[in-house]
Protein backbone atom coordinates (compact mmCIF):
# COMPACT_ATOMS: atom_id res chain seq x y z
CA UNK A 1 0.00 0.00 0.00
CA UNK A 2 1.17 3.42 -0.63
CA UNK A 3 2.62 5.81 2.40
CA UNK A 4 2.25 8.83 1.05
CA UNK A 5 -0.35 10.28 -1.49
CA UNK A 6 0.53 13.64 -3.41
CA UNK A 7 -0.97 16.21 -4.74
CA UNK A 8 -1.96 17.26 -7.15
CA UNK A 9 -1.83 14.29 -9.52
CA UNK A 10 -0.85 16.43 -12.25
CA UNK A 11 0.36 19.73 -12.72
CA UNK A 12 1.07 22.45 -16.07
CA UNK A 13 3.14 25.50 -15.68
CA UNK A 14 4.87 27.48 -17.69
CA UNK A 15 8.82 28.23 -17.96
CA UNK A 16 10.05 30.26 -15.08
CA UNK A 17 6.95 29.42 -12.68
CA UNK A 18 7.33 27.92 -9.46
CA UNK A 19 5.55 24.78 -8.92
CA UNK A 20 4.74 23.17 -5.64
CA UNK A 21 4.13 19.52 -4.93
CA UNK A 22 2.59 18.13 -1.86
CA UNK A 23 2.83 14.71 0.09
CA UNK A 24 1.31 13.51 3.01
CA UNK A 25 2.16 10.24 5.08
CA UNK A 26 -0.04 8.39 7.83
CA UNK A 27 2.67 6.88 10.06
CA UNK A 28 5.83 8.38 11.75
CA UNK A 29 8.97 8.50 10.10
CA UNK A 30 12.62 8.84 10.50
CA UNK A 31 12.82 10.88 7.22
CA UNK A 32 11.37 11.98 4.02
CA UNK A 33 12.93 11.44 0.63
CA UNK A 34 11.66 13.62 -2.75
CA UNK A 35 12.80 11.18 -6.22
CA UNK A 36 12.30 12.65 -10.11
CA UNK A 37 11.35 10.16 -12.30
CA UNK A 38 11.57 11.29 -16.39
CA UNK A 39 9.21 9.15 -18.66
CA UNK A 40 9.68 5.28 -18.02
CA UNK A 41 12.95 5.49 -16.69
CA UNK A 42 15.40 5.00 -12.77
CA UNK A 43 14.18 7.47 -10.54
CA UNK A 44 16.78 10.05 -9.29
CA UNK A 45 17.17 11.02 -5.83
CA UNK A 46 16.43 14.82 -5.14
CA UNK A 47 16.43 15.99 -1.46
CA UNK A 48 16.20 13.77 2.01
CA UNK A 49 14.76 15.55 5.08
CA UNK A 50 14.97 14.05 8.48
CA UNK A 51 12.03 14.24 11.25
CA UNK A 52 13.65 16.48 13.27
CA UNK A 53 14.57 19.20 10.27
CA UNK A 54 11.65 21.50 9.23
CA UNK A 55 12.92 22.80 5.80
CA UNK A 56 15.75 22.27 3.76
CA UNK A 57 17.36 23.85 0.26
CA UNK A 58 19.28 22.60 -2.33
CA UNK A 59 20.10 24.62 -5.62
CA UNK A 60 16.34 25.62 -7.06
CA UNK A 61 14.49 23.20 -4.97
CA UNK A 62 12.70 23.95 -1.39
CA UNK A 63 11.23 20.83 0.81
CA UNK A 64 9.48 21.63 3.95
CA UNK A 65 8.36 19.13 6.33
CA UNK A 66 5.75 19.44 9.47
CA UNK A 67 5.72 16.48 11.13
CA UNK A 68 2.72 17.04 13.18
CA UNK A 69 0.29 17.39 10.20
CA UNK A 70 2.30 14.36 8.25
CA UNK A 71 2.89 16.66 5.53
CA UNK A 72 5.84 17.98 3.64
CA UNK A 73 6.24 19.73 0.28
CA UNK A 74 8.21 20.21 -2.49
CA UNK A 75 8.79 23.73 -4.56
CA UNK A 76 10.29 23.98 -7.25
CA UNK A 77 11.89 27.57 -8.13
CA UNK A 78 11.97 29.33 -11.69
CA UNK A 79 10.91 26.06 -13.14
CA UNK A 80 12.72 24.92 -16.96
CA UNK A 81 11.49 22.72 -19.52
CA UNK A 82 14.03 20.05 -18.03
CA UNK A 83 12.20 19.89 -14.97
CA UNK A 84 8.71 18.23 -16.49
CA UNK A 85 8.85 14.37 -14.94
CA UNK A 86 7.32 12.95 -12.11
CA UNK A 87 8.29 13.92 -8.61
CA UNK A 88 7.93 11.13 -5.76
CA UNK A 89 7.82 11.36 -2.16
CA UNK A 90 9.28 8.57 -0.14
CA UNK A 91 9.42 7.77 3.35
CA UNK A 92 11.74 5.99 5.32
CA UNK A 93 9.73 3.09 7.19
CA UNK A 94 12.71 1.34 9.36
CA UNK A 95 12.08 -1.14 11.85
CA UNK A 96 14.48 -2.68 13.62
CA UNK A 97 16.97 -3.99 11.39
CA UNK A 98 14.90 -4.15 8.21
CA UNK A 99 14.67 -1.04 5.89
CA UNK A 100 12.91 -0.10 3.19
CA UNK A 101 11.37 3.18 1.57
CA UNK A 102 7.60 3.65 1.05
CA UNK A 103 6.34 5.87 -2.51
CA UNK A 104 3.87 8.30 -2.96
CA UNK A 105 1.49 7.96 -5.81
CA UNK A 106 3.41 10.75 -7.43
CA UNK A 107 3.01 14.09 -9.24
CA UNK A 108 3.49 14.32 -12.91
CA UNK A 109 5.09 17.73 -13.87
CA UNK A 110 5.22 19.33 -17.01
CA UNK A 111 6.56 22.57 -18.06
CA UNK A 112 6.00 24.25 -20.96
CA UNK A 113 7.72 26.91 -23.31
CA UNK B 1 31.31 5.31 -10.46
CA UNK B 2 29.97 3.45 -12.63
CA UNK B 3 25.62 3.38 -11.55
CA UNK B 4 23.45 0.75 -11.14
CA UNK B 5 23.10 -1.11 -13.87
CA UNK B 6 20.07 -3.66 -15.03
CA UNK B 7 19.76 -6.23 -17.65
CA UNK B 8 17.96 -6.78 -19.34
CA UNK B 9 16.38 -3.62 -20.56
CA UNK B 10 13.53 -5.13 -21.80
CA UNK B 11 11.79 -8.31 -21.93
CA UNK B 12 8.52 -10.30 -23.41
CA UNK B 13 7.37 -13.24 -21.80
CA UNK B 14 4.01 -15.76 -22.26
CA UNK B 15 1.96 -15.68 -19.36
CA UNK B 16 3.52 -18.97 -17.57
CA UNK B 17 6.90 -18.59 -17.85
CA UNK B 18 9.56 -17.38 -15.60
CA UNK B 19 12.20 -14.72 -16.01
CA UNK B 20 15.10 -13.85 -13.61
CA UNK B 21 16.20 -10.12 -13.82
CA UNK B 22 19.62 -8.76 -12.92
CA UNK B 23 21.04 -5.97 -10.78
CA UNK B 24 24.40 -4.46 -10.32
CA UNK B 25 24.73 -2.05 -7.72
CA UNK B 26 26.92 1.18 -7.35
CA UNK B 27 30.59 -0.26 -6.17
CA UNK B 28 30.57 -0.50 -2.33
CA UNK B 29 27.40 -0.63 -2.01
CA UNK B 30 26.02 -3.43 0.00
CA UNK B 31 22.15 -2.60 0.33
CA UNK B 32 19.98 -3.99 -3.21
CA UNK B 33 16.10 -2.81 -3.29
CA UNK B 34 13.77 -4.44 -5.79
CA UNK B 35 10.54 -1.70 -6.77
CA UNK B 36 7.62 -2.99 -9.38
CA UNK B 37 5.83 0.11 -11.00
CA UNK B 38 2.30 -0.06 -12.53
CA UNK B 39 0.37 2.37 -13.69
CA UNK B 40 -2.59 1.18 -11.20
CA UNK B 41 -0.15 0.13 -8.57
CA UNK B 42 2.97 2.80 -8.14
CA UNK B 43 6.06 2.21 -6.75
CA UNK B 44 5.99 -0.98 -4.31
CA UNK B 45 8.21 -2.33 -2.41
CA UNK B 46 9.52 -6.24 -3.40
CA UNK B 47 12.20 -6.89 -1.29
CA UNK B 48 15.75 -5.46 0.18
CA UNK B 49 18.98 -7.92 0.64
CA UNK B 50 21.99 -6.86 2.09
CA UNK B 51 25.32 -8.77 2.19
CA UNK B 52 23.61 -11.53 0.80
CA UNK B 53 20.67 -11.60 3.56
CA UNK B 54 17.01 -10.43 2.58
CA UNK B 55 16.34 -7.56 5.09
CA UNK B 56 12.58 -6.84 4.29
CA UNK B 57 9.95 -8.19 2.02
CA UNK B 58 6.75 -6.46 0.12
CA UNK B 59 3.47 -7.83 0.32
CA UNK B 60 3.97 -9.88 -2.78
CA UNK B 61 3.17 -13.24 -3.54
CA UNK B 62 5.88 -16.31 -3.31
CA UNK B 63 5.97 -16.49 -7.07
CA UNK B 64 8.49 -13.32 -6.69
CA UNK B 65 11.72 -14.31 -5.38
CA UNK B 66 15.68 -12.82 -5.03
CA UNK B 67 18.57 -13.63 -4.18
CA UNK B 68 21.95 -11.39 -3.40
CA UNK B 69 25.75 -13.01 -4.22
CA UNK B 70 28.82 -11.88 -2.34
CA UNK B 71 29.58 -9.51 -5.03
CA UNK B 72 26.20 -8.18 -4.18
CA UNK B 73 24.80 -8.71 -7.46
CA UNK B 74 21.37 -9.05 -7.07
CA UNK B 75 18.68 -11.52 -9.54
CA UNK B 76 15.29 -11.76 -8.74
CA UNK B 77 12.63 -14.45 -10.06
CA UNK B 78 9.31 -14.43 -10.70
CA UNK B 79 7.99 -17.63 -11.71
CA UNK B 80 4.42 -18.80 -13.07
CA UNK B 81 4.35 -15.16 -15.13
CA UNK B 82 0.90 -13.88 -14.99
CA UNK B 83 -0.43 -10.88 -17.62
CA UNK B 84 -0.42 -8.56 -14.13
CA UNK B 85 3.49 -9.22 -13.76
CA UNK B 86 3.66 -6.62 -16.53
CA UNK B 87 5.26 -3.99 -15.58
CA UNK B 88 8.92 -1.69 -14.81
CA UNK B 89 11.07 -3.76 -12.26
CA UNK B 90 13.45 -0.80 -10.58
CA UNK B 91 16.44 -1.89 -9.07
CA UNK B 92 18.31 0.70 -6.06
CA UNK B 93 21.29 0.24 -4.33
CA UNK B 94 22.35 2.09 -1.21
CA UNK B 95 25.69 1.75 1.02
CA UNK B 96 23.94 0.49 4.01
CA UNK B 97 20.87 1.17 5.09
CA UNK B 98 18.35 1.33 2.02
CA UNK B 99 15.86 3.74 4.00
CA UNK B 100 18.75 6.99 3.08
CA UNK B 101 19.20 7.81 -0.16
CA UNK B 102 18.72 5.29 -3.31
CA UNK B 103 20.70 4.91 -6.60
CA UNK B 104 18.19 3.41 -8.88
CA UNK B 105 18.77 1.66 -12.16
CA UNK B 106 16.68 2.37 -15.75
CA UNK B 107 14.35 -0.50 -14.92
CA UNK B 108 13.70 -3.72 -16.70
CA UNK B 109 10.11 -3.22 -18.78
CA UNK B 110 8.74 -6.86 -18.56
CA UNK B 111 5.60 -7.67 -20.98
CA UNK B 112 3.82 -10.55 -20.09
CA UNK B 113 1.71 -11.57 -23.12
Known amino acids: SQQGEEDPQALSIQEGENATMNCSYK?????LQWYRQNSGRGLVHLILIRSNEREKHSGRLRVTLDTSKKSSSLLITASRAADTASYFCATDARTGTASKLTFGTGTRLQVTL | KAGVTQTPRYLIKTRGQQVTLSCSPISGHRSVSWYQQTPGQGLQFLFEYFSETQRNKGNFPGRFSGRQFSNSRSEMNVSTLELGDSALYLC????????????FGPGTRLTVT
Open chain 1, 27 to 31: TSINN
Open chain 2, 92 to 103: ASSPEWASYEQY
